[in-house]
């Protein structure tokens, strides 16, 4: 089995509970990939991180299981969507499809991610969970509720988890070891 840990918008692979989720999956007979996909203006826009989703393209397969923060999640949609992948299993954590109008910089590197095709991701995933807080302080709660009805995904709703951040208090997360 192979897993995939996507950060988001102006992060990184070793901020949060990224760290902490790689080094629980280590071992055995499993690949993990906790990726760093380019970040910041002009760099971080679907085609950048399409490209390095495509360098261990021939390791996604149905067995794969994805774990995705914030606009990563919609990104992973619209990639399983664009190249007709299917996958076991989908964990998005703090997922939208939407400007958020908070700062121009974040609505500039996201603005590429977004898809008018998510209500076809269902095929792509036989699992899908979609972790949301009504405390988000980047995302509004209608906004995550409407990106987890569109997925299809079991949601899961934690009250005072804003974005599931390390500002939040989420350096683990060991909620996710269900899905592994």
């Known amino acids: 089995m192979n897993y995939f840990i996507i950060h988001g918008s102006f992060g990184s692979s070793q901020e949060n509970w990224f760290p902490w989720l790689e080094k629980t999956l280590r071992g055995g007979n499993k690949e993990v990939f906790n990726l760093d996909f380019p970040i910041g203006c002009g760099k971080q826009n679907y085609y950048n991180w399409e490209m ?6 021939r390791f996604i397969n149905e067995d794969s299981v994805f774990f995705c923060h914030s606009i990563s999640c919609v990104f992973l ?25 908070l700062d121009e910089d974040f609505d500039e590197v996201n603005c590429t991610m977004y898809t008018t095709r998510l209500s076809e991701f269902k095929s792509h995933a036989t699992e899908t969970y979609c972790y949301y807080s009504k405390t988000d302080p980047y995302v509004k709660f209608e906004k995550l509720k409407e990106f987890a009805d569109l997925v299809e995904g079991k949601q899961i709703c934690i009250g005072e988890a804003g974005h599931f951040n390390k500002a939040a208090g989420y350096t683990t997360f060991p909620e996710l070891l269900k899905y592994i």
């Open 52 to 57: 390095v989703l495509n360098s261990v393209k």
């Open 77 to 101: 949609a619209k990639y399983l969507i664009k190249n007709d992948l299917k996958v076991k299993r989908v964990v998005f954590v703090a997922g939208f499809n939407q400007y958020l109008n």
